[in-house]
Antibody, heavy 113, light 107 residues
Framework: QVQLKESGPGLVQPSQTLSLTCTVSGLSLTSNSVSWIRQPPGKGLEWMGVIWSNGGTDYNSAIKSRLSISRDTSKSQVFLKMNSLQTEDTAMYFC???????WGQGTLVTVSS | DIQMTQSPSSLPASLGDRVTITCRASQDIGNYLRWFQQKPGKSPRLMIYGATNLANGVPSRFSGSRSGSDYSLTINSLESEDMAIYYCLQHNEYPNTFGAGTKLELK
C-alpha cells in the first residue's frame, strides 16, 4: 500500500529556512518521482518541484532560487528546503507521487515571528 | 510558463444536474492534463489522467474530454458528495501548472 507522509516544524520565523520531509512507503524512490505542491490557506494549488527516480530535479521558476529538493533512498525520504521564508510562504505543503495518484495528508507551515 | 485558464471559478448547481468545468491551455500540452477533486481539509484526489482517462475508483459519472486547447471535466447527475473544488493540472512542461480551481456548490 502506497503512503506518503509529510513532516516539518509547523512554525518558521521570517527569513529562516524551511525543512520538510516526505516519508514514503510502498514505492521505491529509485523507480518513482516525488513532487512537492503547496496551498496557501483558502487559495489554490502551486506545483513547487519534483525529484525524479534518477535523482534529477525540476523546480518552479518562481521559487527556484530559494528551493532545493533532495532524497535519501535508503530511508525512503524526500526532503524540501526553502530559504528566505516570508509570510506569503504560509501554506499547506503536500508531497505526491505515482502521477499525483497518491498524496500525503499535508503539513501546515506558518511563517510568523 | 504554461498558463491554465480555468472556468468558471464558482459553479452553483443542483443535485442531478450535468455540469462542465473547462481549462484552456496557453500552449500545446497534448493530453498531459489531469483533474483533481479537493474537499475541505483533505488532500487533492486524482479524478482524470491523460485528459480523458478515469482514475481508479472514480465513479463513471465523471468524464474528461479535449477540444483543441480546451479540456473539460463533466459530471453527469451530480451527487452531494461531488461538491468540492476541482483543479486541472498540465504536466507537459515544467513547471507543471494548476488551474485556479472551480468551486462546485449546491444552488
Amino acid at each position: 500500500q502506497v503512503q506518503l507522509k509529510e513532516s516539518g516544524p509547523g512554525l518558521v520565523q521570517p527569513s529562516q529556512t524551511l525543512s520538510l520531509t516526505c516519508t514514503v512507503s510502498g514505492l521505491s524512490l529509485t523507480s518513482n518521482s516525488v513532487s512537492w505542491i503547496r496551498q496557501p490557506p483558502g487559495k489554490g494549488l502551486e506545483w513547487m518541484g519534483v525529484i525524479w527516480s534518477n535523482g534529477g530535479t525540476d523546480y518552479n521558476s518562481a521559487i527556484k532560487s530559494r528551493l532545493s529538493i533532495s532524497r535519501d533512498t535508503s530511508k525512503s525520504q524526500v526532503f524540501l528546503k526553502m530559504n528566505s521564508l516570508q509570510t506569503e510562504d504560509t501554506a499547506m505543503y503536500f508531497c505526491a507521487s505515482l502521477g499525483f495518484a497518491y498524496w500525503g495528508q499535508g503539513t501546515l507551515v506558518t511563517v510568523s515571528s | 510558463d504554461i498558463q491554465m485558464t480555468q472556468s468558471p471559478s464558482s459553479l452553483p448547481a443542483s443535485l442531478g444536474d450535468r455540469v462542465t468545468i473547462t481549462c484552456r491551455a496557453s500552449q500545446d500540452i497534448g493530453n498531459y492534463l489531469r483533474w483533481f477533486q479537493q474537499k475541505p481539509g483533505k488532500s487533492p484526489r486524482l479524478m482524470i489522467y491523460g485528459a480523458t482517462n478515469l482514475a481508479n475508483g472514480v465513479p463513471s459519472r465523471f468524464s474528461g474530454s479535449r477540444s483543441g486547447s480546451d479540456y473539460s471535466l463533466t459530471i453527469n447527475s451530480l451527487e452531494s458528495e461531488d461538491m468540492a473544488i476541482y483543479y486541472c493540472l498540465q504536466h507537459n512542461e515544467y513547471p507543471n501548472t494548476f488551474g485556479a480551481g472551480t468551486k462546485l456548490e449546491l444552488k
